[in-house]
């Protein structure tokens, strides 16, 4: 049984910054590719950023600038700090990991639950 959990969303006001970390957990051989999506209420789900398991990284124009994904291999934690936040960034946030289990043998997406963010003066 494999779990993504998100920590750290909140709401926060504009310019302000908040931390969310994803860990993964369970019979995992290897990572891939290690991501945050959002979606806002009434949007579809939106890739914010990606980062692959040596490090580069990519973004969404939206979010260039303000927001630096990271990740620690040993720990099977991806990172998404979030600085100069705006109200567009409201939304429900989700980490994904693209992992190999034990006894599989091929790499699955997987998902976390989610966290809120609400940015609101």
């Known amino acids: 049984q494999l779990q993504l959990v998100e920590t750290g969303g909140g709401a926060v006001q504009p310019g302000g910054s908040l931390r969310l970390t994803c860990a993964a957990s369970?019979?995992?051989?290897?990572?891939?590719?290690m991501g945050w999506y959002r979606q806002a209420p009434g949007k579809q789900r939106e890739l914010v950023a990606q980062i692959t398991s040596g490090g580069s990284a990519n973004y969404a124009d939206s979010v260039k600038g303000r927001f630096t994904i990271s990740r620690d291999n040993a720990k099977n934690t991806v990172y998404l700090q979030m600085n100069s936040l705006k109200p567009e960034d409201t939304a429900v946030y989700y980490c994904?990991?693209?992992?190999?289990?034990?006894?599989?043998?091929?790499?699955?997406?997987?998902w976390g639950q989610g966290t809120q963010v609400t940015v609101s003066s």
């Open positions: 994904t990991a693209r992992c190999l289990t034990y006894g599989s043998g091929w790499f699955d997406d997987y």
């Open positions: 369970g019979s995992i051989f290897s990572i891939n590719n």
